[in-house]
């Protein structure tokens, strides 16, 4: 019988939602003749661990560290490698939040095993599992069917309606971590630039390489401040350090769904557009009337940005 083994890290943060989506994928791989186990993390010290949903998983381990390991992707790695392991896990399932991201590609590496780092959809293809996943910067889904490898996947789909199953209740075994490899020792939370958060605003103002300079930057900000907008940026500007990668939109940035997005000196690359699929209307500025996100833009202004917005600022006040 082929093994899916589920991934999950259970915190006070940590939201039902994220345990039924886990259940709900187990109850249909079950249907395709899989075993669901379940290997759950813990960092606050329990010594027991409630897990909605839980009895739809075959077997369910739970593991609380001896020692503090940091932000926790050391220890859910080794603890998700044990259990891979010691169950031949055919597949290796974990929800496909930021902080798997941590964990996900070098459980992959260690297991020689296929990821799938953002899996948006699972269906079953006779015999075999078959999985929708983004690709050429998000621009299209991709089908692809799971072969004989093991396969770590994160799924990042929509939820697939409530299980048909109980909350269960289960021992955190103390565990010693491994600290003789590369190890975590403290993060940061990196500058935000501050203003509106980018997650979740109904409008940005991104700059581009176009913008200039750091100097310059300053009127995207301005702009931005004036119409009650969030400031994004492209990869570009980010690189140049003239904002913090936590405002990066596209591919390998955020993805935003704004009412109006404003691209200033941006040249619209794919992987930019990867991240403004969802924006209602799209207002382009730059220089280059050739330029790819014209294409793309409902209003677009062809001009030098610093004479445009500064008009633009000088009018609202
Ligand atoms: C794996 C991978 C992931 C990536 N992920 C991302 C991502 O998440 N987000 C992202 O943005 N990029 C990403 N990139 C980079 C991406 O491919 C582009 O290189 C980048 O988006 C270009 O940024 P830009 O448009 O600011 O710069 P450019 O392409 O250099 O464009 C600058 C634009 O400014 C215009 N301009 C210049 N001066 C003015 C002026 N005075 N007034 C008006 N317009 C002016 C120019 O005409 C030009 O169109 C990724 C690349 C790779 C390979």
């Known amino acids: 019988m082929k093994i899916a083994l589920f991934v999950l890290h259970s915190s006070p943060e940590t939201r039902v939602s994220e345990f039924a989506t886990v259940a709900a994928i187990a109850e249909k791989l079950g249907d395709a003749g899989y075993k669901s186990e379940l290997v759950v993390t813990t960092l606050s010290g329990e010594t ?16 609380s560290p001896n020692t503090p390991v940091g932000d926790g992707a050391d220890f859910i790695l080794q603890m998700a490698s044990k259990a891979a392991s010691d169950a031949n896990a055919s597949i290796i399932i974990g929800l496909g939040t930021l902080a798997n ?14 990821f799938v780092t953002s899996c948006e959809g699972l269906s079953i293809e006779g015999s075999s599992l078959a999985v929708a996943a983004p690709a050429m910067g998000g621009m299209v889904s991709k089908n692809l069917t799971l072969g004989d490898r093991p396969s770590v996947l994160l799924y ?21 971590i491994d600290d003789s490899g590369v190890r975590f020792i403290s993060s940061e939370a990196l500058p935000d ?9 109904s409008k940005v103002v991104s700059g581009g390489l176009g913008v200039g300079s750091a100097e310059k930057w300053r009127m995207i900000e301005e702009f931005a401040a ?5 400031v994004g940026a492209s990869r570009a500007a980010v690189e140049m350090g003239w904002v ?21 000196g941006i040249s619209g690359a794919v992987h930019h557009l990867a991240g403004i699929g969802g924006a209602k209307k799209i207002v382009a500025i730059n220089k280059d009337p050739d330029a790819a996100i014209f294409k793309i833009a409902d209003v677009g202004i062809v001009g030098d940005y610093e004479q445009i917005l500064a008009t633009a600022i000088q009018k609202l006040g």
């Not at 109980?166 to 955190?172: I, K, R, S």
């Not at 390998?252 to 200033?264: C, E, H, L, N, T």
């Open 48 to 63: 027991e661990v409630t897990i909605p949903y839980g009895s739809v998983f075959q077997k369910i381990t739970a593991f």
């Open 101 to 114: 991201r941590n964990w996900g590609p070098q459980l992959a590496a260690s297991l020689e095993a296929e």
């Open 156 to 176: 990042s789909g929509d939820n697939l309606g409530p299980p048909q199953a109980n909350g269960l209740t289960v021992p955190a075994a103390k565990q010693d």
């Open 193 to 201: 630039g501050g203003g509106l958060p980018l997650r979740g605003a």
């Open 226 to 230: 004036k119409v009650d907008a969030a």
């Open 244 to 264: 913090p990668s936590s405002r990066q939109v596209g591919f390998s940035g955020q993805k935003v769904s704004p009412d109006i997005y404003v691209a200033v």
